[in-house]
């Protein structure tokens, strides 16, 4: 082998070794910017994870939520529904009465009006059933009417017209009047648990 030969075997193996070096040198980088990838593709999946399992708790808990809500509202629409149809109940119970026990009631309502003085109103279909000694119980129960030929716009019971003063005892006014307590007695025999 020659000088010339020598040398250039000299550069292909310090070629080869640096070749080799740098090869290993680049397996290496690329080995360790492929495990810094990894482990950071491994924390932004982590971190994923967990925003998305907060995203879905957040979304159950509003949907439960909305669904208390909706069921809370449909319940207080259903309850409100039945205090409105037993008011309604009620009503039509007093303005079906038979003519006696109709007229009792009337009674007991003048009783509490007792001492006062003036004209009674009733509806039409009322004047038409009067009971003959209806001034007369009325003066018993403490009141001192007449009744009014003009027939009041009311649905049952009556209005005493004392001067400019009127005591109305119509059966509406007085359940709306009462309303707050017949809903709470209502509730409680209906939605009592």
């Given at each position: 082998?020659n000088?010339?030969?020598k040398?250039?075997?000299?550069i292909?193996a310090?070629?080869?070794?640096s070749?080799?070096?740098?090869?290993a040198?680049?397996?290496?980088?690329?080995?360790?910017?492929?495990?810094?990838?990894?482990?950071?593709a491994?924390k932004?999946?982590?971190?994923?994870a967990?925003?998305?399992?907060?995203?879905?708790?957040?979304?159950?808990a509003?949907a439960k939520?909305?669904?208390?809500?909706?069921?809370?509202?449909?319940l207080?629409k259903?309850?409100?529904?039945?205090i409105?149809?037993?008011?309604k109940?009620?009503?039509?119970?007093l303005?079906n009465l038979?003519?006696?026990d109709?007229?009792?009631?009337?009674?007991?309502?003048?009783?509490?009006?007792?001492?006062?003085?003036?004209?009674?109103?009733?509806?039409?279909?009322?004047?038409?059933?009067?009971?003959?000694?209806?001034?007369?119980?009325?003066?018993?129960?403490?009141?001192?009417?007449?009744?009014?030929?003009?027939?009041?716009?009311?649905?049952?019971?009556?209005?005493?017209?004392?001067?400019?003063?009127?005591?109305n005892?119509?059966?509406?006014?007085?359940?709306n009047?009462k309303?707050g307590?017949?809903?709470?007695?209502?509730?409680?025999?209906l939605?009592?648990?």
């Amino acid at each position: 082998m020659n000088g010339g030969d020598k040398i250039l075997d000299r550069i292909k193996a310090d070629c080869d070794a640096s070749i080799n070096e740098t090869a290993a040198k680049t397996a290496e980088i690329c080995s360790q910017i492929k495990s810094e990838g990894k482990a950071e593709a491994e924390k932004a999946s982590l971190e994923i994870a967990l925003k998305t399992d907060a995203k879905i708790k957040q979304l159950n808990a509003s949907a439960k939520s909305r669904a208390e809500l909706e069921i809370r509202n449909a319940l207080l629409k259903r309850r409100r529904s039945e205090i409105d149809i037993t008011l309604k109940k009620i009503l039509e119970y007093l303005l079906n009465l038979g003519d006696k026990d109709y007229f009792e009631i009337i009674y007991k309502l003048a009783s509490k009006l007792s001492g006062k003085s003036g004209e009674i109103l009733l509806n039409e279909k009322d004047i038409k059933r009067l009971p003959k000694d209806f001034e007369n119980r009325l003066s018993q129960c403490g009141v001192k009417a007449s009744v009014s030929s003009v027939p009041a716009d009311i649905s049952g019971g009556f209005i005493l017209r004392c001067g400019d003063i009127e005591e109305n005892m119509d059966f509406s006014a007085l359940i709306n009047e009462k309303s707050g307590e017949l809903e709470d007695l209502i509730s409680r025999e209906l939605f009592s648990e």
